[in-house]
């Protein structure tokens, strides 16, 4: 079983609106929770954390998550055409980190 | 603002060739990773080290080895190169956990080994 589980996607949005992007983890200890985004051909760059369970906003950008569930979301509000890109969504155990593959967000003008 | 840069964006290799890749971080990181990343396979953890002269294999070790005499210097080995170790190599560095440490990544190199 993978640790960390994403929807490949891709995933298509109009400009303007509401992306959400999904992830559950396997590991209940999982301590701290990233999202990168990755735009192609770069390497991956942090964009929110989260380490309790509720939400956390920054800017257009909502983090959210559920422990009990094991799961963590992430939401772009006003959703702009530089944000096509591909988000890794990672959790921290201990010292380790383990990535999802990553969903493939495409934001049509 | 943490640094980490990798000694090439950019390398061709020769089937057989022994290969160096190089990755500096400035903010006194104990933890140094390196990671390959393929299409539709995501990031995979290579070899990691917590400290100098200290190293633990990662999930996918074949074919590679690593190097960290200085705690800012992580250098990843490719002993004999092949066609499948053509890849995005990513290094990462972290502080020990603290609970409010994310990874941070150099720029990664894209290796094309023919």
């Known amino acids: 079983q993978k640790e960390v589980e994403q929807n490949s996607g891709p995933l298509s949005v109009p400009e303007g609106a509401i992306a959400s992007l999904n992830c559950t983890y396997s590991d209940r200890v999982s301590q701290s929770f990233f999202w990168y985004r990755q735009y192609s051909g770069k390497s991956p760059e942090l964009i929110m954390s989260i380490y309790s369970n509720g939400d956390k906003e920054d800017g257009r950008f909502t983090a959210q998550l559920n422990k009990a569930s094991q799961y963590v979301s992430l939401l772009i509000r006003d959703s702009q055409p530089s944000d096509s890109a591909t988000y890794l969504c990672a959790v921290r155990t201990g010292n380790q980190f383990y990535f999802g593959t990553g969903t493939s967000l495409t934001v049509i003008p | 603002d943490v640094k980490v840069t990798q000694s090439s964006r950019y390398l061709v290799k020769r089937t057989g060739e022994k290969v160096f890749l190089e990755c500096v971080q400035d903010m006194d990181h104990e933890n140094m990773f390196w990671y390959r990343q393929d299409p539709g396979l995501g990031l995979r953890l290579i070899y990691f080290?917590?400290?100098?002269?200290?190293?633990e294999k990662g999930d996918i070790p074949e074919g590679y080895s690593v190097s960290r005499e200085k705690k800012e210097r992580f250098s990843l080995i490719l002993e004999s190169a092949s066609t499948n170790q053509t890849s995005m190599y990513l290094c990462a560095s972290n502080p020990p956990y603290r609970g409010l440490q994310t990874q941070y990544f150099g720029p990664g190199t894209r290796l094309l080994v023919l």
């Open positions: 080290s917590y400290d100098v002269k200290m190293k």
